[in-house]
Each structure stands twice: as C-alpha cells, then as structure tokens.
C-alpha cells in the first residue's frame, strides 16, 4: 500500500536527497509548510513534484531526474 503522506526523512529518501535540504524549502518559505503530526511534518505525497521542482531550481538535484525511480537508478552502485 502506497503511503498518501511522507515525513521529510522519507521524502528525502526517495529523493536521494538529504533531510536538511528538505526541511529548508518549507523554512524558508519556498514551499508552504505541510500540517505536522507532532514535530513531524506530513507532507503530501501529491506534493513530491513541486519539492523536486524546489530541489531542482537551487541545484540540489539534478535537472534531468524526472523521478524518483530515475534517481534511485542514478544513485545506484555500479
């Protein structure tokens, strides 16, 4: 079962990305600040494209990941 909601570790898990970075993009302001159970935010998994569209634009990923099984790919040991 596919999970609707994703913390900001497991974003940044399937991203391959790292967790602070995540985070920024809803301190700064980039990105509206998803509701939190907890400490924990909830972030939508309807949400992924506009975090890697954030990522993407400051450089923390690259341009050409459409996705996160192509990142995944890219991540990969050879």
């Keep these: 079962m596919t999970k609707t909601v994703l913390t900001t570790r497991e974003v940044a898990d399937l991203l391959v990305s790292t967790e602070w970075r995540v985070r920024r993009l809803f301190e700064d302001g980039t990105l509206?600040?998803?509701?939190r159970f907890g400490r924990a935010?909830?972030?939508?998994?309807?949400?992924?494209?506009?975090?890697?569209?954030?990522?993407?634009a400051r450089g923390w990923l690259p341009p050409n990941?459409?996705?996160a099984e192509t990142l995944r790919e890219e991540a990969a040991p050879t």
Excluded at 32 to 35: A, G, I, S, T, V
Excluded at 43 to 53: E, F, G, N, W
């Design 32 to 35: 509206p600040d998803p509701p």
């Design 41 to 56: 935010r909830m972030i939508p998994r309807t949400a992924l494209p506009a975090v890697v569209a954030a990522l993407q």
């Design 65 to 67: 990941a459409e996705s």
